[in-house]
C-alpha cells in the first residue's frame, strides 16, 4: 500500500472494570481515520492491550485522547497486577507498518510525547528507536523499579523525563513511548503448575539467559555469572495464571527478523521437555502481521517434509494446530492478524465474490469487470494448477527427496497466484479511474487542460495493470513447464491446461493493453510499451506451444 499506515498498541493499567476499558476504546474509536483494531483485556494481570491503525497524524491523536482520559479514569494508587508497570498508560509504542520508515516513527513519537508532557503534564520517557539515551532504550530498563520505585527514579539526574515535569504524580505514575518494529507477546502454556519451573524454562530462553553465583577457584570470592540464553531479542519471564490454573513463560519478541515466534516455541518446548514438561498451547497477545503465521506454517511443513506452497490460509491452520494457538480459547484468524482485520471493512471485491456471482458480474450491463479483470482470474486458475501439480508432486511415493524441490516450485506459484488474483480487482479499478477522469468538467480552458491531464495518467494506468498480468503470468508458465516436464506425470494434463490457462490470460492482458494505448498521446511511449508487450505475447505462445507438446508426448507415451 503507498497510504501511509501506523499502528500504536498502547497498554492501559486496567484489565477488570469493562466500563473504563470501554471508554478508552471509544475515545481511540471517536477519532476519524483510525480503526480500532484489537482489545484485549487480561483479567490476572490487570492490563488491557489496545492495537489500532490509520495515518500517522490520526493515529497520534487517537493515542492522545486515550492517554488523555486514562490518566482521569485509572488510578494507579490502588492498582495491582501481575504485569510490570509504572504508569496508567504503562507504555505507548508507534509501529510503522506502510509507506512510513522507522525514522518518521520515532519523530512522531516525539510529537505524541511532547504534547503527553506539556498538556497533561506528567513525566514521559521514550524508549526503544525513539530513545534519547542508550540506557533508554530497554523497556525493562525505563520501567525497572515500577510504580513503586518511581518517585525515588525521578530524583536521579540520569532519569530525568523527556517531556513533562520531573514530579512523581501518584493518581497517574509516567509513560513510556515509543517507536520499534512489530513486537509479539506470546505466552507459552505448560503442563504444570510451578512458576519456578516455568521460569527456569524463561531462563533458558531468555536472551539475558540467567545470573547465577560462583566462587572464584582463585580469589574465594563470590561472583555473579550471568550465562545468555537460546533466543536473540526475546525477553521473557514465568508466571502463573490462575484463570487458566497453569504456568506460562511469557514472552516478549522484540525482533521477529531475528527470532520469529515459531523458533521461540521450538525453544520452549525443547526446554520444558528436558525439564519433564511440554507446551501445550499458545497465546498470542494483542494482533500480529500475516507473515508471522504464515512463516510458522511453511516452518512446521517444512519439519514434516511437506510442500510448503499452499494458500495462507491452510498455512495458517497448520501454525494454529502446531503451536497449539486454539489451546485456551478458538483462535480467529480475522480477529488477531493485522492484515485480516484491515481486510473486513465494506469494500465489494471482485475476488471475493463466489464464482456464479463473479460470472453474473461480469454478464451485467456494466462495462466493468471486463477482459483485463477475466484475464488475470484465468491466468490465476492456470498457475494455481501448476501449483497443485507441484504439491502433489512432492507427496508422490518414492519421491520424498524432491520434496524441497517441488516445494520451492510450489511456493513460486502460489506467490504467483496471489499477485494475479490482486489484479482481478486492479484491472477494474484502473477502467474506474478512466471513467472518472472522462467525467471531469470541462466548461473552461482550465478545466479542459486538467481533464485530459487527469485522462492521460488514468490511461497510463488502465495499461500498467494488463502490462502487469502478462509479466507475472509469464513467470506463471515457467512454472507450469517445469511440471510438464518434472512433475508427476499422472498430473500432466493438469500442468498442460494451466499452460493453456496462462496463455489466454497473457493473450486476453496483451488485448487489453493494446487497446487502452489508442488514446495515449505520448505516442513514443506507446509504442514502447506495445514493442514489450509485443515480445511477452509471442515468446508465450511458442512457450505453450513447446508445453502442449511434451503433455500429449507423455499421455500418449
Known sequence: MSQKLLECVPNFSEGRNQEIIDQIAGAISAVSGVELLDVDPGKATNRTVM????????????????????????????????????????????????????????????????????????????????ASAPHRRNLASVRSGEYEGLEAKLRQPEWQPDFGPAEFVPKTGTIAIGARDFLIA????????????????????????????????????????????????????????????IAQVSMNLTDIQTTPLHVAFDAVNESAFSRGMRVTGT?????????????????????QNRSVGLPDQELIKIAVKSMGL????????????????????????????????????????????????????????????????????????????????????AEKGEAIRSKLLLCVDS????????????????STPEEKELRSQAIQKAQLGAVDVPMGVMKIAREGLKVAQEMVEKGNPNSVSDAGVGANALLCGIYGAYLNVLINLKDL?????????????????????????????????????
Open 326 to 409: 486454539d489451546d485456551l480459547c478458538p483462535f480467529e484468524p480475522n480477529q488477531k492478524i493485522i492484515e485480516y482485520k484491515l481486510s473486513q471493512k465494506p469494500v465489494d471485491r471482485l475476488i471475493s465474490m463466489k464464482l456464479n456471482q463473479f460470472t453474473m458480474e461480469v454478464a451485467s450491463e456494466s462495462p466493468a469487470p471486463g477482459g483485463g479483470s477475466v484475464a488475470a482470474y484465468i491466468a490465476a486458475c492456470g498457475v494455481a494448477l501448476a501449483t497443485m501439480v507441484a504439491n502433489l508432486s512432492s507427496h508422490k511415493r518414492g519421491w520424498d527427496d524432491k520434496t524441497p524441490y517441488f516445494s520451492d516450485w
Open 186 to 245: 506470546v505466552n507459552y502454556n505448560l503442563n504444570t503448575t510451578s512458576v519456578r519451573r516455568a521460569n527456569s524454562v524463561s531462563f533458558d530462553v531468555r536472551e539475558a539467559g540467567r545470573l547465577t553465583k560462583e566462587k572464584d577457584p582463585k580469589t574465594g570470592e563470590v561472583v555473579e555469572i550471568r550465562t545468555p540464553g537460546k533466543l536473540k531479542a526475546a525477553k521473557a519471564i514465568g508466571w502463573y495464571i490462575e484463570e487458566y490454573g
Open 283 to 303: 497465546e498470542i497477545v494483542g494482533m500480529v502481521p500475516l507473515r508471522v503465521l504464515t512463516d510458522a506454517g511453511k516452518h512446521f511443513l517444512k519439519k
Open 51 to 130: 492495537t489500532f491503525v490509520g495515518e500517522p497524524e490520526k493515529v497520534v491523536e487517537a493515542a492522545f485522547q486515550a492517554i488523555k482520559l486514562a490518566r482521569q479514569l485509572i488510578d494507579m494508587r490502588h492498582h495491582k497486577g501481575e504485569h510490570p508497570r509504572f504508569g496508567a498508560t504503562d507504555v505507548c509504542p508507534l509501529v510503522p507498518v506502510s509507506g512510513i520508515s522507522m525514522e518518521e516513527a520515532v519523530e512522531w513519537a516525539r510529537v505524541l510525547g511532547k504534547r503527553v508532557g506539556e498538556e497533561l503534564n506528567f513525566p514521559v520517557f521514550l524508549y526503544e528507536s525513539a
Open 521 to 557: 498521446t505520448d505516442r513514443p511511449l506507446a509504442d514502447k510499451i506495445k514493442m514489450e508487450a509485443d515480445g511477452i505475447y509471442e515468446a508465450a505462445k511458442l512457450l505453450d506451444s513447446q508445453i502442449q507438446k511434451e503433455v500429449l508426448t507423455t499421455i500418449l507415451a
Open 427 to 442: 484491472d477494474t479499478e484502473a477502467f474506474n479511474r478512466v471513467m472518472d477522469a472522462f467525467g471531469l468538467p470541462k
